[in-house]
DNA sequence: CCCCAGTCCTGCGGGC
DNA sequence: TGCCCGCAGGACTGGG
């Protein structure tokens, strides 16, 4: 499930596209249902076509280009899609491609397994509006403790919840929430409005260490293997989950509790009760 | 403002 | 061996 370190090392996976020129896009034919891609092919194209690549950014969970146009072409990877220099893990979920020239790479592939992902060609008023400050909140490795504490401060939900709206801070998804919540020692369960100003500056170190480490191993791969970097390699953060999906082993932090697993807003979250206590822990002697 | 349940979609694994 | 069902959780929507 692509979350900001996957879809950061998808972006770095094609920055070498940087400066080449769009020929064509495709969307091909597949036997399974096919995704959103908007405008359709023939306007997509028109607008497309000729146009080099500026910038290739991450905004929350996508990976945008930006083209000499001011037009952006937006991949929505979602659940289960990827972007791809290298040759898909399968044809059937093959859902775009985007055809270059005049760089080492000659095409970026959409690939979507579910198919709940997207691909979109934006103007910069569509870009503002679907994208905007208004849909999206900042880059959690761009602010700072004060920001975050002033984003979450007053609301009344439980940490672990509120950490997954993209409308407070982007790119946060449901299993770097659990793990971001274990370094920081924080129970997920805590609402946002009873944490105290240490809570939020611990809870801000761990997320700059969490997201950091995992572009650092280039994402999770999970047991069901979806997700892949640029070239259809697996990443290898997952090796270093201290909970996400742990339920019933050994905390390897404090070697003393096991891994819990319940559910907040129909989604998973692991934590461990000794490392993440509800309450705090009672003054000794 | 907040929260919940339902929706999209596919593949996988458990149970019978 | 096959079939059904639940599960995974990104983002969004409608209703309370």
């Known amino acids: 499930m692509p979350e900001l370190p996957e879809v950061e090392t998808m972006r770095r996976g094609i920055l070498p596209a940087l400066g080449s020129r769009i020929v064509d896009i495709q969307k091909p034919r597949c036997r399974v249902k096919p995704i959103e891609v908007t405008p359709p092919p023939a306007e997509f194209r028109r607008r497309a076509k000729g146009q080099s690549i500026c910038a290739i950014q991450r905004v929350g969970k996508r990976v945008v280009l930006r083209l000499d146009s001011d037009d952006t072409i937006v991949f929505e990877p979602r659940m289960t899609g990827l972007v791809l220099v290298a040759d898909p893990p399968t044809l059937a979920h093959l859902r775009f491609r985007l055809d270059l020239e005049g760089g080492p790479i000659s095409q970026i592939l959409f690939w979507d397994r579910r198919g709940l992902g997207n691909v979109r060609l934006l103007s910069p008023r569509q870009f503002d509006q679907q994208l905007g400050p208004d849909k999206l909140g900042p880059d959690p490795l761009e602010i700072d403790a004060d920001e975050l504490r002033d984003r979450f401060k007053t609301s009344r939900r439980e940490v672990k919840t509120a950490l997954l709206d993209q ?89 003393d509790q096991t891994i819990v697993r319940i559910v907040q807003s129909q989604r998973s979250t692991f934590y461990c009760p000794a490392c993440q206590p509800k309450r705090r822990r009672a003054r000794l002697t």
Do not use: F, M
């Open 167 to 255: 409308r407070a801070i982007a790119g946060i998804g449901n299993l770097y929430a659990s793990e971001i919540l274990h370094r920081a020692g924080i129970h997920p369960q805590k609402h946002c409005n009873r944490l105290n100003v240490e809570a939020w500056n611990r809870i801000h170190a761990a997320t700059l260490e969490v997201l950091n480490e995992a572009i650092r191993y280039e994402g999770s791969t999970l047991s069901d293997g979806t997700y892949r970097n640029a070239q259809n390699d697996p990443g290898g953060y997952q090796h270093h989950h201290r909970v996400y999906a742990r339920a019933g082993q050994l905390c390897s932090t404090c070697h």
